[in-house]
């Protein structure tokens, strides 16, 4: 499976982000979707889960403030940030974990800046 993480920018304490993840295999056959960041200096944490089932997941963190979704036509995964802070800072990456064949795969991530 290959993610590619899209849509990081520098964006203002309050704005709002969409980052995008394309997976090369259907979505609906992923067992679960996830979105992880690490910030310099930190270990990576584990932001959004999203099943095949449709079940989501959030760090406290962000709950309320991001949601995961995802376009089965499309094979992306999102991740809608909204209210950002200057603590969101850091890359985002994009995780699959797989069934068949069972395994965890990771894209490049994308560089996500939020200033005060």
């Known amino acids: 499976v290959q993610l590619v993480e899209s849509g990081g920018v520098l964006v203002q304490a309050g704005g709002s982000l969409n980052l995008s993840c394309a997976s090369s295999?259907?979505?609906?056959?992923?067992?679960?979707m996830c979105w992880y960041r690490q910030a310099p200096g930190k270990q990576r944490e584990l932001v959004a889960t999203l099943t095949t089932g449709g079940s989501t997941n959030y760090a406290d963190s962000v709950k309320g403030r991001f949601t995961i979704s995802r376009s089965n036509a499309k094979n992306t995964v999102y991740l809608q940030m909204n209210s950002l802070k200057p603590e969101d800072t850091a890359a985002y990456y994009c995780?699959?974990?797989?069934?068949?064949?069972?395994?965890?795969?990771w894209g490049q991530g994308t560089q996500v800046t939020v200033s005060s």
């Open positions: 295999r259907s979505v609906l056959s992923i067992n679960t």
């Open positions: 995780s699959a974990r797989t069934v068949r064949p069972m395994g965890v795969y």
